[in-house]
Protein backbone atom coordinates (compact mmCIF):
# COMPACT_ATOMS: atom_id res chain seq x y z
CA UNK A 1 0.00 0.00 0.00
CA UNK A 2 1.17 3.40 -0.82
CA UNK A 3 0.86 5.90 2.01
CA UNK A 4 1.11 9.31 2.63
CA UNK A 5 0.99 11.73 5.48
CA UNK A 6 2.31 15.38 7.04
CA UNK A 7 3.38 14.72 10.80
CA UNK A 8 1.94 16.98 13.25
CA UNK A 9 4.12 20.05 14.07
CA UNK A 10 5.94 19.45 10.68
CA UNK A 11 5.13 21.59 7.12
CA UNK A 12 5.02 20.01 3.45
CA UNK A 13 8.44 21.26 2.62
CA UNK A 14 9.71 19.82 6.37
CA UNK A 15 8.45 16.57 5.04
CA UNK A 16 9.67 16.42 1.58
CA UNK A 17 13.21 16.88 2.92
CA UNK A 18 12.80 14.00 4.98
CA UNK A 19 12.09 12.04 2.16
CA UNK A 20 14.44 13.08 0.01
CA UNK A 21 17.45 10.59 -1.20
CA UNK A 22 19.96 13.12 -1.26
CA UNK A 23 20.77 15.80 2.00
CA UNK A 24 23.56 18.44 1.06
CA UNK A 25 26.91 17.91 2.47
CA UNK A 26 27.15 18.79 6.26
CA UNK A 27 30.02 20.84 7.62
CA UNK A 28 32.07 19.20 10.60
CA UNK A 29 29.91 21.02 13.54
CA UNK A 30 26.70 19.49 11.84
CA UNK A 31 28.42 16.36 10.94
CA UNK A 32 29.21 16.33 14.36
CA UNK A 33 25.68 16.92 15.57
CA UNK A 34 24.87 14.27 12.91
CA UNK A 35 26.41 11.72 14.88
CA UNK A 36 25.13 13.15 18.49
CA UNK A 37 21.85 12.32 16.94
CA UNK A 38 22.38 9.28 15.49
CA UNK A 39 23.92 8.06 18.91
CA UNK A 40 20.04 9.16 20.04
CA UNK A 41 18.32 7.31 18.02
CA UNK A 42 20.06 4.55 18.91
CA UNK A 43 19.82 5.13 22.57
CA UNK A 44 15.68 5.23 21.44
CA UNK A 45 15.67 2.26 20.09
CA UNK A 46 17.26 0.31 22.80
CA UNK A 47 15.35 2.08 25.39
CA UNK A 48 12.04 1.27 23.87
CA UNK A 49 11.20 -2.47 25.40
CA UNK A 50 7.64 -2.16 24.55
CA UNK A 51 5.39 0.94 23.02
CA UNK A 52 1.44 1.25 21.83
CA UNK A 53 0.39 3.80 19.56
CA UNK A 54 -2.72 4.42 17.37
CA UNK A 55 -1.61 5.28 13.76
CA UNK A 56 -2.87 6.53 10.43
CA UNK A 57 -1.74 6.01 7.14
CA UNK A 58 -2.98 8.05 4.69
CA UNK A 59 -2.57 7.30 0.81
CA UNK A 60 -2.21 10.26 -2.23
CA UNK A 61 -5.78 9.85 -2.56
CA UNK A 62 -6.23 11.43 0.40
CA UNK A 63 -7.78 7.84 1.85
CA UNK A 64 -7.12 6.71 5.51
CA UNK A 65 -6.64 3.93 7.64
CA UNK A 66 -5.86 4.00 10.90
CA UNK A 67 -5.20 0.91 13.56
CA UNK A 68 -3.23 0.10 16.75
CA UNK A 69 0.76 -0.67 16.71
CA UNK A 70 2.29 -2.53 18.69
CA UNK A 71 6.30 -3.26 19.46
CA UNK A 72 7.87 -5.35 21.74
CA UNK A 73 11.79 -5.34 21.70
CA UNK A 74 13.75 -7.48 20.42
CA UNK A 75 11.78 -7.47 16.83
CA UNK A 76 8.46 -7.88 17.47
CA UNK A 77 5.46 -5.59 15.87
CA UNK A 78 2.24 -5.93 15.10
CA UNK A 79 -0.01 -3.32 12.92
CA UNK A 80 -3.51 -4.06 13.88
CA UNK A 81 -6.06 -2.05 11.55
CA UNK A 82 -9.31 -0.46 11.90
CA UNK A 83 -12.50 -2.82 11.82
CA UNK A 84 -13.91 -3.56 8.88
CA UNK A 85 -9.83 -3.50 7.57
CA UNK A 86 -9.07 -7.41 6.64
CA UNK A 87 -5.35 -7.10 7.33
CA UNK A 88 -3.21 -7.99 10.01
CA UNK A 89 0.83 -7.09 9.84
CA UNK A 90 2.73 -9.07 12.00
CA UNK A 91 6.52 -9.34 13.33
CA UNK A 92 7.72 -12.41 15.44
CA UNK A 93 11.48 -11.61 15.78
CA UNK A 94 12.51 -12.95 12.82
CA UNK A 95 10.07 -12.31 9.87
CA UNK A 96 7.60 -9.98 8.99
CA UNK A 97 4.22 -11.70 8.12
CA UNK A 98 0.67 -10.09 6.42
CA UNK A 99 -2.46 -11.29 6.38
CA UNK A 100 -5.03 -10.84 4.31
CA UNK A 101 -8.30 -12.45 5.69
CA UNK A 102 -10.48 -11.30 2.79
CA UNK A 103 -8.32 -13.48 0.13
CA UNK A 104 -6.68 -15.40 2.71
CA UNK A 105 -3.27 -14.65 1.74
CA UNK A 106 -0.18 -14.66 3.66
CA UNK A 107 3.18 -13.03 2.54
CA UNK A 108 6.51 -13.53 4.92
CA UNK A 109 9.26 -12.24 4.51
CA UNK A 110 12.72 -11.51 6.97
CA UNK A 111 12.71 -8.70 8.79
CA UNK A 112 16.04 -7.96 8.08
CA UNK A 113 14.99 -7.13 4.47
CA UNK A 114 12.19 -4.44 5.66
CA UNK A 115 12.96 -0.72 6.03
CA UNK A 116 11.34 -1.51 9.35
CA UNK A 117 14.17 -3.43 10.71
CA UNK A 118 16.07 -0.01 11.39
CA UNK A 119 13.21 0.63 13.91
CA UNK A 120 12.76 -2.62 15.34
CA UNK A 121 16.23 -4.48 15.87
CA UNK A 122 18.30 -2.75 18.93
CA UNK A 123 21.02 -4.89 17.57
CA UNK A 124 21.15 -2.35 14.48
CA UNK A 125 23.93 0.72 14.49
CA UNK A 126 22.28 3.67 12.77
CA UNK A 127 25.81 4.93 12.56
CA UNK A 128 26.73 2.92 9.98
CA UNK A 129 23.76 3.30 7.96
CA UNK A 130 21.70 6.37 8.51
CA UNK A 131 22.03 9.67 7.98
CA UNK A 132 20.49 13.02 9.53
CA UNK A 133 18.06 14.81 7.35
CA UNK A 134 17.58 18.45 7.72
CA UNK A 135 14.07 19.42 8.24
CA UNK A 136 14.83 23.19 9.37
CA UNK A 137 12.88 22.89 12.49
CA UNK A 138 15.20 22.55 15.66
CA UNK A 139 12.43 20.62 17.25
CA UNK A 140 12.73 17.99 14.90
CA UNK A 141 14.69 15.29 13.78
CA UNK A 142 14.24 13.23 10.91
CA UNK A 143 17.06 9.94 10.49
CA UNK A 144 17.19 7.77 7.40
CA UNK A 145 18.43 4.48 7.18
CA UNK A 146 19.37 2.65 4.45
CA UNK A 147 22.02 -0.30 3.80
CA UNK A 148 23.83 1.00 0.96
CA UNK A 149 25.13 -3.03 0.68
CA UNK A 150 21.23 -3.90 0.48
CA UNK A 151 19.64 -1.05 -1.60
CA UNK A 152 16.86 -3.87 -1.93
CA UNK A 153 16.07 -3.75 1.33
CA UNK A 154 14.62 0.09 0.62
CA UNK A 155 14.67 2.99 3.17
CA UNK A 156 12.98 3.90 6.02
CA UNK A 157 13.08 7.56 7.03
CA UNK A 158 11.99 8.28 10.68
CA UNK A 159 10.54 11.19 12.36
CA UNK A 160 10.98 12.36 15.98
CA UNK A 161 10.32 15.06 18.27
CA UNK A 162 12.62 16.09 20.68
CA UNK A 163 10.87 15.49 24.34
CA UNK A 164 12.83 15.55 27.18
CA UNK A 165 10.02 13.35 28.75
CA UNK A 166 10.21 9.92 26.39
CA UNK A 167 12.65 7.64 26.15
CA UNK A 168 16.21 8.81 25.13
CA UNK A 169 14.78 12.49 24.52
CA UNK A 170 12.65 11.57 21.44
CA UNK A 171 9.16 10.64 20.99
CA UNK A 172 8.82 8.96 17.65
CA UNK A 173 6.04 10.32 15.96
CA UNK A 174 6.42 8.24 12.88
CA UNK A 175 8.37 7.09 9.13
CA UNK A 176 8.37 7.05 5.38
CA UNK A 177 9.48 3.85 4.16
CA UNK A 178 10.34 3.05 0.41
CA UNK A 179 10.81 -0.37 -0.43
CA UNK A 180 12.68 -1.77 -3.39
CA UNK A 181 9.58 -1.06 -5.84
CA UNK A 182 9.38 2.58 -5.01
CA UNK A 183 6.62 1.67 -2.53
CA UNK A 184 6.04 4.59 -0.49
CA UNK A 185 4.26 3.83 3.20
CA UNK A 186 3.74 6.39 5.74
CA UNK A 187 2.65 5.94 9.07
CA UNK A 188 1.64 9.13 11.74
CA UNK A 189 1.63 8.11 15.42
CA UNK A 190 -0.37 9.44 17.89
CA UNK A 191 -1.48 8.30 21.84
CA UNK A 192 2.17 6.99 22.22
CA UNK A 193 2.71 5.26 25.32
CA UNK A 194 5.97 3.12 26.71
CA UNK A 195 6.74 0.62 29.16
CA UNK A 196 3.00 -0.89 28.93
CA UNK A 197 3.00 -4.92 29.16
CA UNK A 198 2.63 -6.65 26.10
CA UNK A 199 1.97 -10.60 25.82
CA UNK A 200 3.94 -12.82 23.46
CA UNK A 201 0.67 -13.70 21.85
CA UNK A 202 -0.35 -10.51 20.52
CA UNK A 203 2.32 -11.51 17.95
CA UNK A 204 0.44 -14.16 16.94
CA UNK A 205 -1.64 -14.98 14.48
CA UNK A 206 -4.60 -17.11 12.44
CA UNK A 207 -3.67 -18.60 8.98
CA UNK A 208 -6.71 -18.16 7.01
CA UNK A 209 -5.25 -20.53 3.78
CA UNK A 210 -7.17 -23.12 3.02
CA UNK A 211 -5.75 -26.45 4.95
CA UNK A 212 -3.13 -24.19 6.14
CA UNK A 213 -1.55 -24.09 9.52
CA UNK A 214 -2.84 -22.05 12.60
CA UNK A 215 -0.34 -19.61 13.86
CA UNK A 216 -2.20 -18.96 16.98
CA UNK A 217 -4.29 -15.49 18.00
Known sequence: MKRMFAPHGLTLAALTLAVAPFAAPMMPAAAQAGQSDLSRVNAYIRAVTTMTADFAQTDRNGQTLTGRLTIKQPGKIRFQYQKGVPLLIVGDGKALTMIDYEVRQV??????????????????????????????????????????????????????????GSPAGLQLYGWVALDSQNNRTAVKLSNQRYGVPVADSAFRWTDPRPKGRSAGG
Open 107 to 164: QRWPIGNSPLGALIDPNKDLSKFGKVIQTGDPTVLSVQARDPRRPEYGTITMIFKRDA
